[in-house]
């Protein structure tokens, strides 16, 4: 079935450092990508989202593009913020009844 | 209000009792999906609902769980004769229809099975 895999947290970084979290993926069809956030204490939220190859998902600072070619769809910021430590969620939607099979999540802890 | 809402945000139960967790979509979304997130297994796909059918139960774990959806609005997941493995968040989300439409999660209902 599909699977998504995503690197293993936490990742600590110091603030303004550049952020890169693997997401590679497995899945018949063509899926569609995204990332969801997950801040401390709060719900699972959409950061930003790839429906076809080539495409890039921007919000935030984030950026990440559906790549085919190597089933990848790496997280990365140039600059992160204390504001952004998180739970950071990859995840795909299968093109049916569009449910989210999610990898298990990096957390993400940026120090000042 | 505007977004997801379930309820209990908090139930904590003992082994054997059955619980019914609620969750109330945004207006008009006809999608909605019910996934857990737990320690040991992450975050899991539960069961879909497309107005009051569900076509999609694929992730319920064991026939202790099932779902229902009434009005095309209100869906209920009911666990019976709960097991501490039961012990998790148990998430909702709903969709517009369509797929170009993210899913908007609800604030969670934690689980708790002593």
């Known amino acids: 079935g599909d699977s998504v895999t995503q690197m293993e947290g936490p990742v600590t970084l110091s603030e303004e450092a550049f952020l890169t979290i693997n997401c590679t993926y497995t899945a018949t069809g063509y899926p569609s990508l995204f990332w969801y956030v997950q801040y401390p204490g709060e719900g699972l939220q959409l950061l930003l989202k790839a429906t076809k190859a080539d495409d890039k998902g921007s919000n935030k600072g984030f950026e990440a593009t559906y790549r085919k070619e190597t089933t990848s769809f790496h997280l990365e910021k140039g600059s992160v913020q204390v504001s952004d430590s998180a739970v950071y969620f990859c995840?795909?939607?299968?093109?049916?009844?569009?449910?989210?099979?999610f990898g298990t999540g990096t957390r993400l802890l940026v120090s000042p | 209000g505007a977004g997801v809402s379930q309820s209990p945000s908090n139930k904590v139960t003992e082994k054997g009792k059955d619980v019914e967790l609620r969750c109330d979509p945004i207006?008009?979304?006809?999608?909605l999906y019910w996934y857990r997130q737990s320690l040991g297994q992450g975050l899991e796909f539960l069961i879909y609902f497309q107005g009051n059918s569900a076509p999609d139960k694929s992730g319920l774990p064991s026939d202790r769980f099932s779902a229902e959806r009434t009005g095309g609005s209100v869906s209920t997941l009911t666990i019976q004769r709960t097991q501490q493995e039961d012990s998790a968040v148990y998430l909702c989300a709903t969709r517009l229809a369509g797929s170009s439409y993210e899913q908007y999660f609800g604030p969670g209902t934690r689980l708790t099975v002593t």
């Open positions: 207006s008009g979304h006809t999608a």
């Open positions: 995840a795909l939607s299968d093109p049916g009844f569009q449910k989210l099979v």
